[in-house]
């Protein structure tokens, strides 16, 4: 079979791609692939891929299209050291094709120059191409087993698989993400425990000509140029400017060093951290304080996972707690209208629990002074994300039950220290059970009763003098449910947790009789709370 035929194919192939048609697999039958040998095909796709590099991205696409359909099954394939060369010079071809596109990113509003958006055919036909580059990878290393050793570290190859470690992402499909993973789990294996410090060095070595030269402009003012809390923070200029799209590349072209950034940080140890920390802050400063709400999403995400690894003892003596902190409590401001909702719920999904995070580590140790510093910190996330949002944003029930299930995480952190709030959320609790219209979105009344129960159990001492209110709430949303007759599963969930408040407030007040014969007599004044006081 004639190689012109096989492009010809191929050309039909890419040209109708439809991005709502499934994956297509292949240019040719099985049958046809069998007539020519993979290793006439390597050798002859040497002749193309210089011609296709530098071609509109279609050719590239045709190319790896007809060169993967010929590796998927290999027939006649003899590893000379002809055929190992070809095979380095495509990885190394098909590594440069898949850096994902600037029309990835988002547009500045100051480049009227920037590539269309990625929900065009073009960017389909793209996200395509990368599924195919990917599977010719693959298959290349299963023929060529030496290729992956023959340059260590190949920044350029864990680079373009790093890319595409992340499904969320507009050039990323599942089909990619697998196999770029499979990739990365065999490139990696090779590190052994007796071989960290390999492991280490390709990461730094990312960090170092991959990462930092992106961040390099949108450094943030809050640290100095060796990571640290600087004495004398300066204004940060204004970022919206004509040379935005040159000072956060990172944003604006190679958007995937985001993803890149994040692979690199789920590998890091904490003795790398320790030893390397400096290259990290500053990306994760130049996400948070950036003002999109997208990037400061993403900034949170990857905060979190700087935290899991990063030790404690680091965050305080260079001051980045600190700085982390102040980064992170202005998003708690961000409710709608202002903001829209997606984007609202999005970011304070992650940023609540970032924030928690960040004060754990932040106080790990136990002082007087340090658990001091840590309850202050809890108490004004409550007072300022909490109870100031909720008074905000209380008509938009998606955010009012956001903000009431961290409650629940912000009381357990407290402990008894939450006592000095209860006269602020046990109100806000039982006004949101006892709703008239409260039943019309039963996640809000779940999570209003799980607050509670986080209230009865760490302010017990406290709990008596606000029996009134958490009865009025619980004993409102249980009337309210069996007037209504709701039965799902649902409903019944918010049953059994409404049920356990009320054995847990028991349990509170066990030493005051006159306490429990007072709830007795209230639940049994009414017989549509008959089943209330029976904790299953």
């Given at each position: 079979m004639e190689i012109t035929a096989l492009l010809r194919n191929a050309n039909k192939l890419v040209d109708s791609i439809n991005p709502k048609d499934p994956l297509p697999l292949s240019c040719v039958s099985q049958d046809r692939i069998n007539e020519l040998a993979t290793a006439t095909c390597l050798r002859t796709s040497k002749n193309y891929i210089k011609e296709a590099h530098e071609d509109y991205q279609e050719a590239t696409h045709k190319t790896i299209v007809w060169i993967e359909a010929f590796l998927r099954n290999p027939h006649g394939l003899e590893t000379d050291d002809e055929v190992k060369e070809v095979a380095a010079q495509v990885q190394q071809w098909v590594v440069g094709a898949l850096s994902p596109p600037a029309f990835f990113a988002p547009k500045s509003v100051f480049d009227i120059n920037s590539a269309s958006d990625a929900t065009s055919l073009k960017a389909a036909k793209w996200r395509l191409m990368a599924v195919a580059g990917l599977r010719l990878l693959s298959h290349l290393h299963h023929l060529v087993p030496g290729l992956l050793e023959r340059s260590s570290p190949d920044l350029d190859l864990v680079t373009c698989l790093a890319s595409f470690t992340d499904e969320r992402d507009l050039w990323t499909r599942s089909e990619a993400l697998e196999a770029a993973e499979a990739l990365l789990n065999r490139y990696l294996s090779r590190f052994t425990a007796d071989d960290r410090n390999a492991l280490t060095k390709l990461l730094i070595g990312l960090l170092q000509t991959r990462v930092r030269p992106h961040f390099a402009k949108s450094k943030s003012n809050a640290i100095t140029d060796q990571g640290r809390k600087s004495a004398y923070p300066q204004s940060s200029a204004v970022d919206a400017s004509e040379a935005e799209v040159e000072i956060k590349p990172w944003k604006f072209r190679e958007v995937y060093i985001v993803t890149v950034f994040r692979w690199i940080l789920l590998n890091l140890t904490e003795s790398t951290i320790q030893a390397q920390w400096p290259l990290v802050i500053s990306p994760l400063l130049s996400l948070l304080d950036d003002e999109a709400t997208e990037s400061k999403i993403k900034g949170c995400e990857l905060l979190g996972i700087f935290l899991k690894a990063a030790p404690s003892s680091l965050l305080q003596r260079t001051g980045l707690g600190e700085i982390f902190q102040d980064s992170l409590m202005p998003c708690l401001s961000y409710l709608p209208t202002l903001t829209p909702e997606e984007e609202s719920v999005r970011l304070l999904s992650s940023v609540y629990p970032t924030l928690i995070t960040l004060i754990r580590r932040r106080y790990a140790t136990a002082t007087r002074d340090g658990d001091k510093q840590r309850i202050k910190a809890l108490d004004k996330i409550l007072r300022v994300g909490i109870l100031?949002?909720?008074?905000?944003?209380?008509?938009?029930?998606?955010?009012?039950?956001?903000?009431?299930?961290?409650?629940?995480?912000?009381?357990?952190?407290?402990?008894?220290?939450?006592?000095?709030?209860?006269?602020?959320?046990?109100?806000?609790?039982?006004?949101?059970?006892?709703?008239?219209?409260?039943?019309?979105?039963?996640?809000?009344?779940?999570?209003?009763?799980?607050?509670?129960?986080?209230?009865?159990?760490?302010?017990?001492?406290?709990?008596?003098?606000?029996?009134?209110?958490?009865?009025?709430?619980?004993?409102?949303?249980?009337?309210g449910m069996q007037d209504d007759g709701r039965t799902s599963k649902e409903f019944e969930d918010i049953r059994v947790v409404l049920k356990q408040g009320v054995g847990l407030l028991k349990a509170a007040l066990d030493a005051d009789v006159a306490s429990i014969q007072e709830i007795e007599g209230l639940l049994g004044s009414d017989t549509r709370l008959g089943g209330l006081g029976v904790v299953e």
């Amino acid at each position: 079979m004639e190689i012109t035929a096989l492009l010809r194919n191929a050309n039909k192939l890419v040209d109708s791609i439809n991005p709502k048609d499934p994956l297509p697999l292949s240019c040719v039958s099985q049958d046809r692939i069998n007539e020519l040998a993979t290793a006439t095909c390597l050798r002859t796709s040497k002749n193309y891929i210089k011609e296709a590099h530098e071609d509109y991205q279609e050719a590239t696409h045709k190319t790896i299209v007809w060169i993967e359909a010929f590796l998927r099954n290999p027939h006649g394939l003899e590893t000379d050291d002809e055929v190992k060369e070809v095979a380095a010079q495509v990885q190394q071809w098909v590594v440069g094709a898949l850096s994902p596109p600037a029309f990835f990113a988002p547009k500045s509003v100051f480049d009227i120059n920037s590539a269309s958006d990625a929900t065009s055919l073009k960017a389909a036909k793209w996200r395509l191409m990368a599924v195919a580059g990917l599977r010719l990878l693959s298959h290349l290393h299963h023929l060529v087993p030496g290729l992956l050793e023959r340059s260590s570290p190949d920044l350029d190859l864990v680079t373009c698989l790093a890319s595409f470690t992340d499904e969320r992402d507009l050039w990323t499909r599942s089909e990619a993400l697998e196999a770029a993973e499979a990739l990365l789990n065999r490139y990696l294996s090779r590190f052994t425990a007796d071989d960290r410090n390999a492991l280490t060095k390709l990461l730094i070595g990312l960090l170092q000509t991959r990462v930092r030269p992106h961040f390099a402009k949108s450094k943030s003012n809050a640290i100095t140029d060796q990571g640290r809390k600087s004495a004398y923070p300066q204004s940060s200029a204004v970022d919206a400017s004509e040379a935005e799209v040159e000072i956060k590349p990172w944003k604006f072209r190679e958007v995937y060093i985001v993803t890149v950034f994040r692979w690199i940080l789920l590998n890091l140890t904490e003795s790398t951290i320790q030893a390397q920390w400096p290259l990290v802050i500053s990306p994760l400063l130049s996400l948070l304080d950036d003002e999109a709400t997208e990037s400061k999403i993403k900034g949170c995400e990857l905060l979190g996972i700087f935290l899991k690894a990063a030790p404690s003892s680091l965050l305080q003596r260079t001051g980045l707690g600190e700085i982390f902190q102040d980064s992170l409590m202005p998003c708690l401001s961000y409710l709608p209208t202002l903001t829209p909702e997606e984007e609202s719920v999005r970011l304070l999904s992650s940023v609540y629990p970032t924030l928690i995070t960040l004060i754990r580590r932040r106080y790990a140790t136990a002082t007087r002074d340090g658990d001091k510093q840590r309850i202050k910190a809890l108490d004004k996330i409550l007072r300022v994300g909490i109870l100031n949002g909720y008074a905000h944003a209380v008509e938009n029930v998606t955010i009012a039950t956001l903000l009431v299930s961290q409650v629940t995480a912000l009381v357990n952190q407290l402990g008894i220290a939450s006592a000095k709030h209860l006269k602020h959320l046990i109100p806000l609790l039982s006004d949101t059970l006892s709703a008239p219209f409260g039943l019309a979105h039963p996640p809000l009344l779940k999570a209003s009763a799980l607050a509670l129960q986080a209230i009865i159990l760490n302010d017990w001492p406290r709990i008596a003098y606000y029996r009134g209110d958490i009865l009025r709430g619980i004993t409102a949303c249980w009337c309210g449910m069996q007037d209504d007759g709701r039965t799902s599963k649902e409903f019944e969930d918010i049953r059994v947790v409404l049920k356990q408040g009320v054995g847990l407030l028991k349990a509170a007040l066990d030493a005051d009789v006159a306490s429990i014969q007072e709830i007795e007599g209230l639940l049994g004044s009414d017989t549509r709370l008959g089943g209330l006081g029976v904790v299953e």
